[in-house]
């Protein structure tokens, strides 16, 4: 298949934000009908799709090893043999060495051949409203963490803001077309409730409101009253943050990123285990 069709395709794949992998033939001994170089994209579901990397019998092992690449978010490395040479070896299909799993490959050629499959994840993001000094130390602490930044920030001059990714004048913003997407409510005072109105409105896997748990009961009452799910309330994480006794501004947006990396890391953990 011609490479800049298959291109074109991963293109269109990264800009919906959909998880995928591409798995690339990299090595093959006698005779298979995949060659060095052949590459095929497979989906979230597992379904292999534009491009060649073999047969039904090389298939399977290419779908379970792109699963788990992109549930553990971490490069696979797949060498299928017939399994006399499995054997010879010492090893067994499922069995996983130096970084290589190994599989049995069943094809009636008897070949051998290695394969790479790296996971294409959207990015996180992290989206913090406010103009707070604590908003504004997360969104500059953020930057060394693989974590795409919005920051909704009104009256916020663009010469004060820390450089993020998106910097917006308002309270709104998009939720995720497929990326993990975490929310910190840093407005201290200034927008309390719509910037809560817009996180618990954003399907976000983590929220997070900044300031102490009676100030939050207060607004949580309001949006109550207001017609807000309670049950959507009851999933805010308030006060933010691991407690490590943090004081300063920094140290406070150091405890909510040290919490949104681990919660960031458990769920792709719980992933990797279903």
């Not at 690339?24 to 095929?40: C, F, H, I, L, W």
């Not at 807000?228 to 501004?249: F, R, W, Y």
Request: contains cysteine; charged residues 20%.
């Amino acid at each position: 298949m011609n490479d800049t069709f298959i291109e074109d395709h991963i293109s269109k794949l990264r800009a919906s934000g959909a998880p995928f992998a591409i798995a690339t033939v990299v090595r093959t001994v006698n005779a298979t009908s995949a060659k060095p170089g052949d590459k095929a994209i497979v989906l979230e579901d597992g379904a292999i799709t534009e491009g060649w990397i073999g047969g039904g019998c090389v298939r399977s092992a290419v779908k379970k090893a792109s699963l788990i690449a992109m549930k553990e978010g971490a490069a696979q490395f797949i060498s299928l043999k017939p399994e006399g040479l499995l054997k010879a070896e010492g090893v067994a299909p499922g069995d996983e060495r130096d970084g290589i799993r190994f599989a049995r490959n069943g094809c009636p050629s008897k070949g051998s051949m290695d394969i790479f499959i790296e996971p294409v994840i959207p990015q996180a993001e992290l989206v913090i409203c406010g103009r707070s000094p604590v908003a504004l130390s997360l969104a500059d602490l953020a930057g060394g963490f693989n974590f795409s930044r919005t920051l909704c920030a009104p009256e916020l001059r663009a010469a004060d803001a820390p450089v993020v990714e998106n910097l917006q004048g308002s309270y709104e913003f998009t939720a995720s077309s497929g990326g993990a997407q975490f929310v910190v409510v840093a407005t201290q005072g200034q927008g309390d409730e719509p910037a809560m109105r817009a996180a618990l409105s954003s399907g976000a896997s983590y929220i997070a409101f900044v300031g102490s748990r009676q100030k939050f009961e207060t607004i949580r009452q309001r949006l109550i009253d207001a017609g807000i799910s309670q049950e959507l309330l009851d999933n805010v994480k308030s006060p933010a943050g691991l407690d490590i006794g943090a004081i300063t501004p920094d140290e406070i947006a150091l405890s909510i990123l040290s919490e949104v990396v681990a919660h960031r890391r458990s769920h792709q953990r719980i992933r990797a285990k279903s």
